[in-house]
């Protein structure tokens, strides 16, 4: 089965059949949207865009999405959860 992607990352298709990214969808349930709002986007906290944990994902304003990918002035740190129960 090939491999769906969607500018060049992970993705699947919907059922009106365009391509969503796995990490869109991951963020838009983490933080209760149907559809991410204009103007924000789903940042890999790691850097790594295969990483599509909860836990790894941050809902931001493009405004500061272009500054961690541009000067690094926004530094932005995650906490996996304990697996502790």
Known sequence: MKEITKWGRQAYETKDGKKKTIHSRVGEKKY??????????????????DNNQYYNLILLHRKDHRRVHGTRSLIIKSVKPSEEK
Do not use: A, L, S
């Open 32 to 49: 209760g949207y149907d559809k991410i709002p204009k103007d924000f986007v789903i940042h890999h906290i790691d850097g790594n865009p």
